[in-house]
């Protein structure tokens, strides 16, 4: 309606507005109309106000997904979705992967999911197609079948699933193969099925990336990974100009693929090597420098918070991997997972537990500051970290403790004791070097320089729930004088 038709309606029912007004103010006079400019001035301010209102409103809170990247199922995995629920609102399962061989003779691994547990799991689930980037036989007739049997046998057992997903690593010099194989694939899933891609950043910059958009129906922008080991497995810059890239690109829906995980890389000859899943260790040079890499929780959690103010509406939500298990270690624990997507405190709560046959003493150590409960009875003590925060902290370097007639003791896993002062004085020993947790694969290596180890790759972690003894005394009494971090 234009402005001019907008003030004669106002002026045409003013009559009728006094009238009301004069009903419902008992004695009011129906003062003299505004002029025609002043009452658009008034409109077109309480109209910016509106705007402005709108604009202000927060959007919706991004929804958060999880894969679960397990080749062999445990019964951590049902213990871990139990408690996932409530926070996570999507499921993305490892269903098949394809591992190529030089030979042509191709190797398909159909991951063996407790469908039990995913149909007592009342959340969205899509079905996961891993296929190598050196897949050469992407086009085959044979690659479809399998999807469609493996899709097909998850319906069977009474698994219901909103989508599947084909992780393929394209070089983008074969995004054009690839959008045929889209093509052929999407004709043949059933219409309600959604497909979904992983897209690598490298991808944004080609010109036959859009072409890829055609024939899916999602899209899973992957900013994690070791294109540089100095930059650790996320930059958050970088991140961030890769999601303002594809902002401007996409014509589809998009989700944000973010890591909650850890990777050795491994120095060679002709540069690195990354082992993340599956171990590598073992088929190189002991002496190769290992170095361990770990996304940062703050560092995520503050990308979330940016995330959750971006304006593109197609941006949908993330997808954190992967889905803790216990005895993980290459991987965050639960507990900080949660605490980052919920965007809860992180602290780490690192506490000196002394216990004996008879009683159990903790302290805990906070701000260097400790409380004690004196325990008199003769008899062995063991002294233990754990660690009840619910981010990976560091040990303290020193721990004093007053024990009385104390007949013998000893220090355990990575500590020294001494006598100093009339205390028995754990320290945690300056030349030691933090054992590598068992692993379990590598993407691929560059000819890159291996970073050389900094302060910050040399201190020793305790993740939330863990526990690590650093030795044991044999005293009539014994309690923690002081508590000093490194």
């Given at each position: ?17 006094c ?13 003299p ?26 959007r919706e ?11 062999q ?9 139990a408690?996932s ?9 490892l269903?098949?992967?394809a ?17 039990a ?17 050196q897949f050469?036989?992407l ?13 097909a046998n ?14 393929h690593?394209?070089a ?59 930059l650790?497995?996320?930059?958050a810059?970088?991140g ?40 590598l ?75 004996s ?6 302290t ?6 400790a ?14 970290l754990?660690?009840r ?7 303290p ?42 692993t379990?694969t590598a993407p ?18 305790l993740?939330?729930?863990g ?10 009494s ?7 971090a490194p």
């Amino acid at each position: 309606m234009g402005i001019g038709n907008l003030v004669k309606n106002i002026s045409r029912n003013q009559g009728f507005l006094c009238a009301l007004l004069s009903a419902a103010v008992f004695m009011s006079a129906c003062q003299p109309a505004s002029e025609p400019s002043e009452l658009i001035a008034n409109l077109n301010a309480s109209h910016i106000a509106e705007v402005t209102s709108v604009t202000a409103m927060p959007r919706e809170p991004l929804s958060q997904e999880v894969y679960i990247w397990q080749r062999q199922w445990r019964p951590a995995n049902q213990t871990a979705l139990a408690q996932s629920q409530g926070v996570f609102q999507g499921l993305r399962i490892l269903a098949l992967q394809a591992h190529p061989k030089p030979n042509g003779a191709d190797i398909w691994f159909e991951v063996a999911v407790n469908h039990a547990w995913l149909q007592a799991d009342p959340r969205p689930k899509v079905a996961v197609i891993r296929l190598d980037g050196q897949f050469v036989h992407l086009n085959d007739e044979a690659v479809i079948h399998k999807i469609s049997q493996v899709l097909a046998n998850w319906q069977a057992k009474g698994t219901h699933i909103a989508g599947v997903e084909i992780d393929h690593d394209s070089a983008s010099s074969k995004l054009p193969a690839y959008r045929d194989f889209l093509k052929k694939l999407k004709a043949q899933l059933p219409a309600d099925l959604k497909l979904s891609i992983t897209a690598l950043p490298a991808w944004l910059n080609s010109a036959d990336f859009p072409a890829l958009l055609t024939y899916i129906d999602e899209l899973v922008l992957q900013i994690h990974s070791v294109s540089d080991p100095r930059l650790g497995l996320f930059d958050a810059t970088q991140g961030w100009q890769w999601l303002q890239q594809l902002s401007k690109i996409s014509t589809v829906p998009y989700l944000i693929a973010l890591p909650a995980y850890g990777s050795a890389v491994i120095s060679t000859a002709s540069g690195y090597k990354v082992e993340s899943e599956t171990p590598l260790r073992g088929q190189l040079n002991d002496s190769h420098a290992v170095q361990e890499l770990m996304a940062e929780p703050q560092v995520l959690q503050a990308f979330v918070q940016k995330l959750q103010s971006h304006a593109d509406a197609k941006l949908k939500g993330i997808i954190w991997f992967r889905l803790p298990l216990e005895g993980d270690k290459r991987v965050w624990p639960l507990d900080t997972l949660i605490a980052v997507a919920q965007q809860g405190k992180l602290a780490a709560k690192i506490e000196l537990v002394i216990s004996s046959d008879n009683d159990i003493q903790t302290t805990l150590a906070t701000e260097n500051k400790a409380k004690s409960q004196e325990i008199l009875k003769p008899q062995l003590f063991q002294l233990s970290l754990i660690n009840r925060g619910n981010i990976a902290g560091e040990i303290p370097a020193t721990l004093s403790l007053a024990g009385q007639a104390c007949s013998g003791y000893d220090a355990q896993n990575g500590y020294r004791v001494i006598q100093k002062n009339g205390l028995l004085v754990w320290q945690w020993r300056a030349d030691n070097t933090a054992a590598l947790a068992p692993t379990e694969t590598a993407p691929s290596a560059t000819n890159m320089p291996m970073p050389q180890p900094n302060k910050d790759t040399q201190k020793h972690m305790l993740n939330p729930g863990g526990q690590k003894v650093i030795g044991w005394a044999r005293c009539e009494s014994l309690y923690l004088q002081g508590i000093y971090a490194p």
